[in-house]
């Protein structure tokens, strides 16, 4: 059926207003690049750019008649019905929120290109007998607040809506007073309760975002079938010793935080490099008390992001982290929380075939790839059918003001995505 109406749904999709929201929106919370054309955007979750980004959206979604709602976690939904009053809903968005010296690209492209997915199927004409929803998830990024993806961790029920109540942003504002905040400032919105609406668990979840690596680029092809996301653990690391005179006290006696923290990042070094030399961890977050030149640091509080494909050695590794940085300590004592947890996720073939399906019969190079980034798609794994739309970006570049993808390369994404949901919202 969707092969037939296809054509004019394809041709309905339209690469300049997609383009143009898509600047529109990355006017909010600009931030200059590293050279002028490079320009990035800092929209932290529940701030106010984030409020003003999503007040830009949901005025474009009440012009075509889409249904806005929102839930207690701040997932933003609108909704196309269906012909068939009850039937579960296809679902399909990303993220708004964006890193903090972030591109205009990675998320908001997904929630576009789905809002643009539907408005091209109102225009076209093709009925669908699902309803669909366009969600626009809470706080995947993780940058303002740690863990990312709280909002589809809550939906999907993976974890409770209070979990992250305590904790705090770099100004100390805790996520429930920013929540509490937001929900305030977007009272006006009509609420829906988290999660599985009125029993309709989603047929399924397609979610397009640009692929945040070089491979599609480099390989000369239009679209990746995403295959699967590895798995990612975020854990917290505090190292505690105690703070003297800079100048007047012999090494001897020192309990340095920092050096002990060098020693313990050295040594993750060993235990996180796999045989092909591939590093599997990043830190990149660290904060030092008491911060003065001249006092031996007492505290040194940073971040591991780990990942791997292999769920087994995303466990054991994982587990292994502790001992490594307690046998690296020489005088400081280490605490180590886990901040987040997410294991390697499979996609369906319901939808990763479909996916296939409607770029070879739009005449797109596509490959089988998996994910090295997280998504919110990880967590719709367990509940329904889910898949991705990989899009190429220019040197593979993302989390940087540098991130790029065309007016072109995002179009066939979405013109992809909306022959995927037409057949979906129709199965
Ligand atoms: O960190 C990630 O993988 C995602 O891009 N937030
Ligand atoms: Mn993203
Ligand atoms: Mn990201
Ligand atoms: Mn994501």
């Not at 679902?91 to 890193?99: E, K, P, R, T």
Request: charged share 20%.
């Amino acid at each position: 059926m969707v092969q037939a109406v296809a054509p004019n749904l394809v041709a309905a999709v339209s690469e300049a207003r997609q383009w143009d929201r898509l600047m529109e929106m990355a006017a909010i919370g600009a931030i200059p690049g590293d050279s002028p054309e490079d320009r990035g955007v800092n929209r932290p979750c529940l701030s106010p750019e984030d409020r003003q980004a999503r007040r830009l959206i949901i005025g474009w979604a009440e012009q075509i008649g889409l249904a806005v709602s929102v839930d207690q976690l701040g997932n933003l939904f609108f909704r196309h019905e269906g012909t068939e009053a009850g039937a579960a809903p296809v679902v399909s968005g990303s993220h708004m929120d964006s890193q903090p010296k972030g591109g205009r690209f990675d998320g908001i492209y997904g929630v576009i290109a789905a809002f643009e997915a539907v408005q091209a199927l109102r225009e076209a004409g093709v009925a669908t007998r699902r309803p669909i929803e366009v969600v626009a998830w809470t706080n995947e990024e993780g940058g303002r607040f740690a863990p990312g993806c709280m909002g589809s961790m809550a939906y999907a029920g993976y974890a409770p809506p209070n979990t992250w109540d305590g904790i705090r942003d770099n100004a100390g504002i805790s996520w429930a007073d920013a929540l509490a905040e937001h929900q305030a400032a977007e009272a006006d919105i009509t609420r829906r309760p988290l999660g599985v609406v009125e029993g309709q668990t989603p047929h399924a979840y397609v979610e397009a975002h640009i692929e945040q690596g070089p491979v599609l680029e480099q390989k000369g092809l239009d679209v990746g079938v995403v295959t699967g996301i590895q798995g990612s653990r975020w854990f917290s690391v505090e190292i505690r010793g105690r703070s003297d005179h800079a100048g007047t006290t012999p090494l001897s006696v020192r309990r340095d935080a920092m050096q002990d923290a060098i020693r313990a990042i050295t040594a993750l070094n060993t235990l996180m490099r796999d045989p092909t030399d591939v590093l599997r961890f990043t830190v990149a977050r660290m904060e030092v008390f008491p911060n003065a030149s001249n006092s031996v640091a007492d505290l040194v509080r940073f971040s591991i992001d780990f990942r791997h494909p292999d769920n087994a050695v995303l466990q054991a590794r994982g587990n292994a982290i502790e001992g490594v940085i307690q046998a690296a300590l020489t005088t400081c004592t280490a605490t180590l929380s886990e901040r987040f947890h997410a294991t390697p996720a499979q996609f369906a073939p319901l939808v990763t075939d479909a996916v296939q399906r409607a770029a070879e019969a739009q005449g797109l190079g596509w490959l089988r790839m998996p994910s090295g980034a997280f998504h919110d798609a990880q967590f719709m794994v367990p509940l329904c059918p889910t898949g991705m739309i990989f899009v190429p970006c220019r040197n593979g570049v993302s989390h940087n003001p540098a991130e790029y993808s065309t007016a072109p390369q995002l179009a066939a994404g979405t013109r992809v995505l909306a022959q995927v949901l037409a057949e979906l919202a129709n199965g």
